[in-house]
């Protein structure tokens, strides 16, 4: 047994979350202890993302700070794993702080890696050579997925499980498909067991993640499984009571299937998160999505036909190279008429080895970018603003995820009671005062006041 502890930090999606979690509980099955505190750590993993030059400059700038630690503490062991791991392989080596490097698809070596670093004082990198003509199958990750689940961090009665790895879509602007790999599907019956093992846990809400979930598709002897098959299969699950799957892409196969699954199993949540990236179809073509503006509109009103009280996000990327203020305006005019209950708006950041990088300038101005954004989240804020009205005075359920950020508030007038966090099926965030025990339960809120990214509430 090991009694060395480990705190790891993470930077970046629900995927790079979901591989702390299984790397941390794969730790702790060899008998490291996680702490919270990386001032009680021996070895301190960063959990990494690459798909914007902001999130990698805060690594390195922590690494500056993890460099500076270990000038008092020589023994201190520093790993990067995720995408930027992969992404920089042993250039990672060259800081001084760096000991580990581990890429996504080598996570099952982690532990391996750290003893090594710990006991031998050896310094490694694992990282996937020609990841993306390496063999899209890794029994080792596809082992390791299915016996570490979750870890007891993760929020209390909730689970992600990765359907797919990889991605094979090769937007222009995108990094993912060169860091995790060919995109492959998990087998149903291997995604199935464990749900029902993470349902055995308590847990009653599971995230069926994938780059694009909906392009799920496994075939097994005659049939060929699709993300909605695998919706109706979990909802089986006993102990199951809500499923949730991101992030979908604008795409026509399974579409159809997957709307009716939402509309007819009860316990598929009402959200989708079905990211349009720019309303403008010049740039839309330049980033190599498949789609129009027009289309994907029509996608949305289908899903608002087929499937009563959607609630539906987005995501865009202001700055994209060659968006002029017309391109601009036209996804302005996109996100008028989508009306999403929330979008995430990010300015273009050129990753190395894209196709966008290689072949398109960087030219809109960061100042340009930086107003387009601001101008997106204040045309965003306004239609969620309106959407929020609708809950008013309404009785929702919510999942209830724990303490909110500020517990203390409304303490006194609520017998004591903290501030809570819970999220609805449609994904609204609710806050309420009640006993902290709440938390993994469902509720029912009464909704006493609305904003644009939060309802507020009593318990019913
Ligand atoms: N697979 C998902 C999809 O297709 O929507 C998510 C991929 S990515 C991790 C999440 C979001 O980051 C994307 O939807 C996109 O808006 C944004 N993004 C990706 N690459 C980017 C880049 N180079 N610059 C700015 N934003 C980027
Ligand atoms: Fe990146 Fe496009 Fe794949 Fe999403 S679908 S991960 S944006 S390449």
């Known amino acids: 047994m090991e009694d060395k502890n480990i705190h790891i930090k993470t930077f ?47 690594v390195f700038s922590h690494l500056g700070n993890l460099k ?20 920089l392989g042993s250039e990672l080596l060259e800081h001084e702080a760096v000991d580990i490097v581990c890429g996504p698809g080598l996570i099952p070596q982690i532990a391996e890696l750290v003893n090594k670093a710990v006991k031998e004082k050896q310094k490694s990198v694992a990282v996937t050579e020609k990841i993306r003509t390496a063999s899209a199958e890794n029994p080792a990750l596809e082992d390791f997925e299915s016996v570490f689940d979750r870890d007891d961090k993760d929020i209390l009665g909730q689970a992600f499980v990765r359907v797919m790895r990889g991605c094979d879509n090769f937007c222009s602007y995108c990094i993912v498909p060169y860091v995790r790999g060919p995109e492959i599907s998990r087998p149903p019956a291997a995604i199935i067991e464990q749900i029902k093992r993470l349902a055995n846990q308590g847990v009653k809400q599971i995230t069926l993640l994938g780059q694009r979930v909906n392009a799920y598709k496994y075939t097994a002897g005659e049939k060929t499984y699709s993300l909605a098959d695998l919706l109706s299969m979990a909802s089986e699950v006993e102990g199951i009571e809500w499923i949730r799957f991101v992030t979908s892409y604008p795409a026509e196969e399974f579409y159809g299937e997957i709307l009716g699954a939402m509309a007819d199993v009860p316990n598929v949540c009402n959200y989708l998160h079905i990211p349009a990236q720019s309303g403008s179809d010049k740039i839309l073509k330049a980033m190599n999505r498949r789609y129009t503006a027009r289309q994907y509109l029509e996608m949305l009103d289908r899903a608002r036909q087929i499937v009563p009280g959607i609630e539906i996000a987005g995501d865009f990327i202001v700055g994209f190279p060659g968006e002029t203020d017309k391109d601009f305006e036209a996804t302005v005019n996109l996100v008028e008429k989508a009306r999403y209950k929330n979008c995430f708006v990010f300015k273009y950041s050129p990753r190395p080895g894209t196709v966008g990088d290689k072949r398109l300038k960087d030219d809109v101005p960061l100042k340009v970018k930086k107003q387009r954004n601001n101008q997106l989240l204040a045309i965003q804020e306004k239609i969620s603003d309106e959407l929020s009205r609708q809950f008013l005075n309404k009785e929702v359920t919510v999942l209830v995820e724990g303490l909110s950020k500020k517990p203390h508030l409304n303490k006194a007038e609520n017998q004591d009671n903290p501030q809570l966090v819970g999220r609805t099926a449609g994904d609204w965030i609710v806050v309420f005062n009640g006993p902290e025990n709440l938390a993994g339960q469902f509720a029912k809120i009464k909704i006493t006041k609305t904003s644009p990214l939060t309802l507020f509430g009593k318990l019913s």
Request: glycine content about 6%.
């Open 12 to 58: 970046g999606c629900q995927m790079a979350r979901l591989d702390t979690a299984l790397v941390s509980a794969a730790l702790k099955d060899k008998g490291f202890s996680i702490v919270d505190n990386e001032n009680e750590a021996d070895v301190v993993l960063i959990n990494t993302c690459s798909v914007r030059q902001h999130a990698e400059e805060k």
């Open 68 to 87: 500076h630690l270990k000038e008092t503490r020589p023994e201190l062991v520093v790993g990067v794993i995720g995408c930027m791991a992969q992404r």
